[in-house]
């Protein structure tokens, strides 16, 4: 397996939100995408530096339409930081979905899932791993095409794998933040430091973001 050294963490890198803005919209320090703000998202301290905040009853959620960098190809990876305020069902996180069509990192019930649309057949990879409530968690969500895998991961922890029913299938679906989409599923808390990779993250990866505990941030000097 390859090193964090050997493969540099902004390798495969396609974006990468610090959330460091107060409110309105926030930027993608990859690229520039720009996330619209649905209903003032506020923000609060972050696991590094400041956070984004999302209310449920507001209807709070961040938002660019369909852009082929967030199109993720058939593997991949998410990671990000989450603060649930609450762990109430339909509390998604980050998704790019409709039917039969991209994907999503959402908490049922407060399980960790994802959830992977394919014209052959969606995959809802289901894990019996729980963010902490009013605390911070890091999560990763990664598929593996080659192997027909999807995995799911908590604070660095023991990964959980799912049997891929087919590959995704991209599809033109606005991307979000913090709801499955401008009308449903509003997350309530924080999230935090969210990237995308167009390349499955090591292990050496994963831990060196996670950072026992205390998180990296872009652009990961020297890592």
């Known amino acids: 397996m390859l090193s964090s050294a050997a493969v540099p963490l902004i390798t495969g890198l396609a974006a990468y939100w610090k959330l460091e803005e107060a409110s309105g919209t926030r930027v993608d320090s990859v690229t520039g995408i720009v996330l619209t703000d649905g209903n003032t998202v506020t923000s ?3 696991i590094q530096g400041t956070a984004a905040q999302f209310t449920t009853v507001n ?24 603060y649930p305020d609450t762990a109430s069902q339909g509390n998604w996180m980050v998704a790019k979905f ?10 049922t019930t407060g399980q960790l899932r994802c959830t992977i649309g394919s014209a052959g057949g969606n995959t809802d990879a ?54 499955r989409s401008s009308t449903q599923s509003f997350f309530n808390g924080r999230l935090d430091e969210v990237g995308m990779w167009k390349r499955m993250l090591t292990a050496a990866d994963r831990t060196t973001l996670y950072n026992a505990g205390a998180g990296r941030t872009y652009p990961f000097a020297g890592f």
């Not at 409530?133 to 598929?143: G, P, R």
Request: charged content about 5%; proline content about 3%.
């Open 59 to 82: 209807s709070e959620y961040l938002t660019v339409l369909d852009t082929t960098t967030l199109r993720m190809g058939t593997s991949f990876t998410i990671a990000f930081w989450c």
């Open 44 to 46: 609060n301290p972050g």
């Open 126 to 179: 289901v894990s019996t791993l729980v963010p902490a409530t009013a605390a911070w968690s890091f999560v990763v969500a990664w598929v593996d095409a080659t192997a027909g895998l999807i995995w799911l991961q908590l604070n660095n922890g023991t990964p959980q794998s799912t049997a891929l029913v087919s590959a995704q299938t991209e599809g033109t679906a606005a991307f979000f933040i913090g709801a």
């Open 98 to 107: 409709t039917t039969s069509q991209g994907y999503a990192v959402y908490l």
